[in-house]
Nanobody, 123 residues
Framework: QVQLVESGGGLVQAGGSLRLSCAASTLTFSNLAMGWFRQAPGKEREFVAG????????LYADSVKGRFTISRDNAKNTVYLQMNNLKLEDTAVYYC????????????????WGQGTQVTVSS
């Protein structure tokens, strides 16, 4: 069983930055592909970014490319999402997710989920 705990959300003005963290409670974190997803009110959950177990492969949604960066520290069992130049439309609950082996964009293929952290971008 893998438990994921997100942190780092909050209120930020448009154009600002936040860094989300997701800590995993597992001895095999380095075997996990990790993903960030988000869900805005009234909208479906969407893929934001993903990273392979080694960090060698990263995937991004077109809407965040060039603004968000996903990274991981396997020694700390933690994955990060650095969010720069935030826009109003980035407002959502952000979820961390994990799956064994290959990183993918489909949320239905992730096995473990955190409880989410709220990110609110104001004008």
């Amino acid at each position: 069983q893998v438990q994921l705990v997100e942190s780092g959300g909050g209120l930020v003005q448009a154009g600002g930055s936040l860094r989300l963290s997701c800590a995993a409670s597992t001895l095999t974190f380095s075997n996990l592909a990790m993903g960030w997803f988000r869900q805005a009110p009234g909208k479906e959950r969407e893929f934001v970014a993903g990273i392979s177990w080694s960090g060698g492969t990263t995937l991004y949604a077109d809407s965040v490319k060039g603004r968000f960066t996903i990274s991981r520290d396997n020694a700390k069992n933690t994955v990060y999402l650095q969010m720069n130049n935030l826009k109003l439309e980035d407002t959502a609950v952000y979820y961390c997710a994990a799956r064994w082996l290959r990183v993918v964009v489909s949320g239905t293929e992730y096995d473990y989920w955190g409880q989410g952290t709220q990110v609110t971008v104001s004008s």
